[in-house]
């Protein structure tokens, strides 16, 4: 399998990598001028039996998106997963940032789903798996602008399913709930260090959870036994939010 894997330097996209590395498998790890955190991600998934490659590219820059499927394509599996965590409060909201987050989090997403799900039609199978949010259902503590890009997001999945399900092609979206990881706590400097303690105490299963929680939920959305789930929101976050 050929699998390509946006935002996987660090946290949810390294997790993901690592978990599906497997011998005779190619994974595909986009980043964004971090070359030496992704390179530490392709160690890991080559000792794993993995090749593994990395593709640098501005998702804001729907050129360099375009770019970026035909450097990686052709593809099995496209895992989106990169996003860019918009905190910006609606008052002081701007419509740059507004534009560039949806650029990443939405039309690049779409993009790449266009490019390279002609191919996965075309040889009739394959896996799509967009990363949300639960903040689409409870409307905080994020800004809106990510809030709303992650329920557009959720639109394109469902969309992209029913198009795409003739052709033996799934898309799922995944919500991993109140994990830290390291883009979410640089984020939180400046502001509400314990922004995630009420997000936990809300959970059904109340311990924090990890990137890794997310793998075997991720490994059962690619897999040939998945396919007839399609155009679901699967909640990974021990029960944070129901559907």
């Keep these: 399998m050929r699998i390509l894997i946006t935002g996987a330097r660090r946290g949810i996209g390294a997790a993901i990598a690592a978990g599906l590395a497997s011998p005779g498998d190619t994974l595909l790890l986009h980043h964004l001028g971090a070359a030496a955190e992704a390179s530490g991600v392709a160690a890991l ?53 507004w534009s560039q987050t949806f650029a990443v989090n939405v039309t690049a997403p779409m993009l790449l789903a266009q490019a390279l799900s002609e191919g996965m039609a075309a040889r009739g199978w394959g896996r799509i798996v967009n990363v949300v949010s639960p903040t689409v259902v409870m409307g905080g503590p994020s800004g809106p602008a990510y809030v709303s890009s992650k329920a557009a ?21 995944l919500s991993p709930g109140a994990i830290r990881t390291e883009g979410e706590a640089e984020l939180a400097k400046g502001h509400d260090q314990e922004a995630h303690s009420p997000l936990l105490a809300r959970q059904a299963v109340p311990r924090p959870i990890v990137p890794e929680d997310l793998v075997e939920t991720v490994r059962l959305l690619v897999s040939d036994g998945s396919a007839a789930l399609t155009g679901q929101v699967i909640e990974v976050g021990g029960g944070l939010v129901f559907r």
């Design 153 to 173: 997001l959720i639109g394109l999945t469902r969309s992209l399913a029913h198009a795409l399900g003739p052709h033996g092609v799934t898309v799922n979206a």
């Design 45 to 97: 998934c080559r000792d794993r039996g993995a090749a593994a490659s990395l593709l640098e590219a501005d998702l804001t820059d729907p050129v360099a998106v375009r770019s970026l499927a035909a450097e990686a394509g052709p593809v099995d599996i496209l895992i989106n997963n990169a996003a860019r965590a918009s905190n910006i409060n609606f008052p002081d909201l701007s419509y740059d940032e």
